[in-house]
């Protein structure tokens, strides 16, 4: 992945070859113009992170070249070039939005400190953008929970995909699953991870915006294209793009979003140039699409240079073992947002739990604690505190045993016979059954010994 893409317009030709090599082989991107009109056109075309302009140019000068670039793109940052008698000038263009000058004839070291804390500022500015995002979505990073087979397998996943720097990914699971999460994970785990993750919605933005909204457009480009605006992947450029529902992603825009997969490469609405850009693209569908395929509303080529690399995330009720787990985590955070101390649940309410199937998976049990710590005001959230649906599920059948009910039962013979339970579906695994029961293994081997189970299975 290139470390940054940095323009030198430098009407000395032999000058901004020099500084331009001393750049290159510090492994970033660079591009040269000998004029302010044909910087300002390369800006225009091409992705940019860094200019180094000179103050006298032929034609317009720095200053008038550095106005324009800022009307362009603000976030650009730009190091003047000028001689010691130019000072005033160069003053001039940091009340501008300059970011630093450089006094010719400059040092390689100096030229290099100031284009690394240009750099760094950027990359601090981007940072904070990114916390703020965070911080108004209101979510966990990348964190991915859970004690199952499952899970961990996911997770393992992320950690080898997340090591590639380009190879796009199809996440696909079932609604609330957690599909956004793994893409965050992805993302932040990378060498990307200070640059955007800009997350786009396929069936969320109206057809008519959304080729521009994606590739931006030129001035001019249709009848409210009063202003050039860039797209989300240009806006994306060293980054991750994280398109959700991907299957809803209409068929007219299908073959430009597989020429970004295969050539990193993009054209505006209206524009007459490709623009590259550095972009992993993450996708993520509750669909079959290989279904789509066959039915027409997918692209066949579009699917396969998609599917490098597969994540499939299993539903909630395929992996009951973390069912407990993940409610007492949800349960510290609603504990935390609502100021209270609620310890857990009893044994009735662990039982509805895992019982039901969790159709909406894990985002359902995370609403369902939410209105559970709400309703609580004990020490334990009880059955009464749990939605109807689950408690109507939990009555349809045993969930202790077979044959086993809980009519009429003591909550220490429920919490007995669920242990005897679990410790038999896993083969007397003691650390195992402990992991499931959301409690330590101290915990577990008092319980034991308690109920008098110690004997009745083995370690």
């Given amino acids: 992945m290139v470390e940054a893409s940095i323009l030198i317009i ?23 113009a000998l004029t302010g009109e044909e910087g300002v ?31 362009w793109d603000q976030d650009i940052l730009v190091i003047m070039m000028t001689a010691f008698a130019e000072l005033e000038p160069a003053i001039e263009a940091m009340k501008n939005g300059a970011f ?6 400059f040092d390689l070291d100096e030229l290099r400190l100031v284009v690394e804390k240009a750099l760094e500022t950027q990359k601090l500015r981007r940072e904070v953008l990114r916390l703020k995002r965070l911080h108004l979505a209101g979510m966990p990073e990348c964190e991915i929970y859970g004690v199952s087979s499952q899970i961990e397998a996911v997770r393992e996943q992320i950690r080898l995909v997340s090591t590639t720097p380009r190879t796009s990914v199809l996440i696909q699971g079932e609604s609330g699953t957690g599909k956004e999460l793994v893409a965050n994970a992805i993302h932040y785990s990378s060498n990307r991870r200070d640059k955007p993750l800009i997350k786009i919605n396929c069936s969320a933005i ?37 398109l959700d529902e991907i299957s809803s992603l209409k068929l007219s825009l299908q073959p430009k979003l597989l020429r970004i997969l295969e050539t ?50 299993p539903p909630l009720r395929e992996h ?39 159709p909406g998976n894990v985002r359902e049990l995370k609403n369902v604690i939410e209105r559970a710590v709400i309703l609580c005001r004990d020490e334990y959230i009880l059955p009464e505190h749990l939605p109807r649906e689950l408690q109507l599920e939990s009555d349809k059948a045993p969930i202790l045993g077979e044959g086993i009910t809980s009519a009429n039962m003591s909550l220490d013979e429920i919490e007995k016979r669920h242990i005897i339970y679990v410790l038999k579906e896993n083969k007397g695994n003691k650390s195992r059954t402990a992991r499931i029961l959301g409690i330590s293994r101290s915990t577990l081997r008092e319980k034991l010994r308690l109920y008098g189970i110690q004997d009745e299975e083995g370690e």
């Avoid at 008038?64 to 670039?69: D, P, Q, R, S, Y």
């Avoid at 959304?210 to 860039?230: N, Y």
């Avoid at 509303?297 to 690399?309: A, G, I, P, T």
Wanted: with cysteine; glycine share 6%; net charge negative.
């Fill in 41 to 71: 056109k390369i800006i225009k075309d091409q992705i940019v992170d860094l200019v180094l302009l000179d103050i006298r140019l032929p034609g317009k000068d720095g200053l008038e070249i550095l106005k324009k670039i800022k009307a």
């Fill in 206 to 242: 109206p057809d008519n915006l959304l080729e521009s909204e994606l590739f931006g457009h030129e001035r001019g480009a249709f009848t409210d294209a009063r202003t050039m605006k860039k797209g989300l992947f240009e806006l994306a450029n060293g980054g991750t793009v994280f």
């Fill in 100 to 105: 630093d000058y450089l006094i010719k004839p």
């Fill in 320 to 358: 009951p073992e973390d069912i407990l787990h993940l409610a007492k985590l949800f349960l510290d955070q609603e504990n935390r947002n609502f100021n209270k101390n609620i310890l857990g649940f009893n044994p009735k309410a662990e039982e509805i739990l895992l019982h039901y199937p969790w």
């Fill in 264 to 313: 990193q490469s993009l054209r505006r609405v209206g524009g007459i140039s490709d623009i590259k850009i550095d972009v992993r693209i993450i996708a993520a569908t509750n669909q079959n699409l290989e279904t789509c395929v066959r039915e027409g509303s997918f692209r066949e080529d579009l699917y396969y240079r998609l599917k490098v690399w597969v994540i499939d995330i």
């Fill in 10 to 32: 430098e009407d000395n030709e032999d000058l901004g070859f020099s500084i331009a090599e001393v750049l290159r082989k510090r492994g970033y991107e660079v591009k040269t």
